[in-house]
């Protein structure tokens, strides 16, 4: 999407929230801007809305709660201006608590038009902080989008309609031309909007983690003598991270947050509702007591809050937005980080609170080794900020996706974080290399090929297609309706078995899926051998019988075969 010429024209910047629903019908966002003509202590602070004039461009600043399930504010489309602004005494119907007896300006758009994919502005500042700031610091500009803060930027509070300068509207210009924003995977949603998710380059290596969750798999069924099917009915992975959803639970039950009030602010009812959520007995996610020494646990400055009125409303009113969802969450962040420092265990912790289907706790150390054996060279410790925690989660689900493909049910990003955490504990050293061998010697392009392989692309598909031409069962030769299957488990090969074509059969999508579950599998004459556990009705609805075999079968697919009928075929 790119943004109309500038040349001849000023550009404004609304920054909203949609909790401010925008006046409701005839004011709604992308139709309007609209401000009261003064504010409540009678001083002219909207003035900025008497500037534009017919044919501005209006960018906006939106904040809600997105499909993605993250609140926050995005760059998410621009307008242009079709009336300037003007006062009217009728009142918007949903006001929002501005009342106005002077009346409202109005500035009426056209043309509203979103952004393919709309742009978190945690991730606009965290790439171009050090030009925006240069930009702010040359242009002396009063009514800028941003403001300073310490060594960055950050939106300028409280200024709803605020003007860009030519140089940065050229920023948010190139930044919104870019049709996929590194940092940003974005998917449509049914109502035509984006869902975003923060992402870093360094993704979790799909066969790394294959590789070490057999070997995790292996120690924990040893240990426990039953099947690994999931973190909750295995006794060792309950019995050792099991505690973290019943802490989670008593946490937000001592939290209570559902019963404060704005009127609670400043009380210290709030901050002794949160010292109460960190302090629940059995709580190791983060150190809470004063066992390194007075004064060091990482909540003190919630007590140290305790006993400063001024402190106190400005912590409980961090806390009370980040409970209840009146500020976009990675605001709120920033004002605990400047409250408290960057407590990184801590923030953390609380956002785990908030919502555990999003949000996990960390150890920065132990999450940073485990990132590293999963092949994401992804850092957390020293890195305490919004964007950086988004990344931890993303890799978080990553692993839960990749766990989903191997345990029963439906993981959860509380199991992916247990899986982390306990793979830097159970695999020492000396299994990893043993686990890996020469595959962490290999080239990224080599990698790639191996990646690919898994999904029956690249290299290992076309030296599947050369060898068989058609299904290696049925003999269909629509090559597009075929799927490269691997015979020896992807997870279970080594790099050269993984894109070894003898390892692999080319078949049609229904053979493949039985095939890989273990319901049929192949002797060393090629015939089809059917599982007792699939129904003589269900294997002729999917039109397998017994009669079936391999078109031919030659030495090299012999070790395969034995390799599937003993570790994968249901006997």
């Not at 605020?162 to 190139?174: C, D, G, V």
């Not at 290596?205 to 295995?234: H, K, M, P």
């Not at 890799?395 to 959860?412: A, K």
């Amino acid at each position: 999407m790119q943004l109309p010429s500038l040349e001849g024209k000023r550009a404004f910047v609304e920054t909203t929230e949609s909790t401010h629903s925008h006046g409701g019908a005839g004011w709604q966002f992308g139709r309007c801007l609209w401000s009261p003509v003064a504010g409540q202590d009678g001083r002219q602070i909207y003035e900025k809305m008497r500037e534009p004039e017919v044919g501005d461009i209006v960018l906006h600043f939106y904040s809600t709660r997105w499909s993605d399930g993250v609140t926050d504010r995005r760059f998410c489309g621009f307008s242009f201006v079709d009336k300037p602004g003007y006062v009217r005494h009728d009142e918007p119907p949903v006001r929002g608590g501005w009342d106005s007896p002077e009346g409202y300006y109005r500035i009426d758009l056209r043309d509203y038009t979103p952004l393919h994919s709309p742009i978190p502005i945690a991730v606009l500042v965290d790439k171009h902080k050090d030009e925006i700031r240069r930009d702010l610091l040359e242009s002396h500009a009063t009514y800028y989008p941003f403001a300073k803060y310490r060594n960055t930027v950050r939106l300028n509070q409280g200024k709803y309609l605020t003007e860009a300068t030519a140089r940065l509207y050229k920023i948010l210009a190139e930044t919104s031309t870019v049709p996929q924003q590194p940092g940003v995977r974005s998917d449509r949603t049914h109502d035509g909007a984006q869902s975003h998710e923060i992402e870093d380059s360094p993704q979790v290596d799909q066969y790394v983690f294959a590789r070490l969750f057999r070997a995790f798999r292996q120690t924990i069924e040893n240990e426990s003598g039953i099947q690994l099917r999931s973190f909750q009915s295995n006794p060792v992975t309950d019995g050792q991270e099991g505690y973290k959803l019943d802490i989670s639970i008593r946490a937000k039950r001592a939290l209570a947050s559902d019963r404060w009030t704005p009127a609670d602010i400043g009380t210290g009812s709030i901050a002794q509702a949160v010292i109460a959520a960190i302090e629940v007995s059995g709580n190791n996610l983060l150190i809470w007591d004063n066992r390194r020494g007075p004064g060091t646990r990482l909540h003190q400055f919630v007590y140290d809050a305790l006993q400063t009125r001024t402190l106190l409303s400005d912590i409980e009113s961090a806390f009370y937005d980040l409970f209840l969802g009146k500020q976009p969450e990675n605001e709120v962040f920033d004002r605990i980080v400047e409250l408290a420092g960057r407590r990184y265990p801590l923030l953390a912790y609380l956002y785990f609170v908030k919502d555990r289907s999003r949000f996990m706790p960390i150890a920065p150390e132990t999450f940073d080794s485990a990132f590293s054996m999963l092949g994401a060279e992804f850092k957390t410790t020293g890195r305490c900020s919004w964007i950086n925690y988004l990344r931890f989660n993303d890799l978080l689900r990553q692993i839960r996706d990749l766990l989903g493909e191997e345990l029963d049910g439906d993981p959860t990003l509380l199991d992916a974080h247990s899986f982390a955490w306990m793979l830097v504990r159970h695999i020492s050293s000396e299994l990893y290399a043993e686990t890996l061998d020469e595959y962490v010697e290999l080239s990224a392009k080599e990698r790639d090929v191996i990646a690919r392989a898994r999904i029956g692309q690249g290299r290992f598909r076309r030296s599947v297609i050369t060898y068989w031409q058609r299904c290696s069962v049925t003999g269909c030769s629509r090559l597009d309706l075929l799927q490269a299957a691997h015979i020896k488990p992807w997870a279970d090969c080594s790099t050269r078995e993984c894109i070894d074509g003898f390892n692999g059969l080319l078949l049609t999508p229904t053979l493949h899926s039985v095939f890989d579950k273990g319901y049929i599998t192949f002797n060393d004459d090629g015939l089809i051998e059917l599982s007792k556990e699939l129904r003589d009705a269900d294997a002729a609805a999917l039109g397998i019988h017994g009669s079936m075999q391999l078109r031919k079968v030659t030495a090299e697919h012999i070790p395969y075969l034995a390799f599937h009928r003993k570790r994968v075929f249901r006997t």
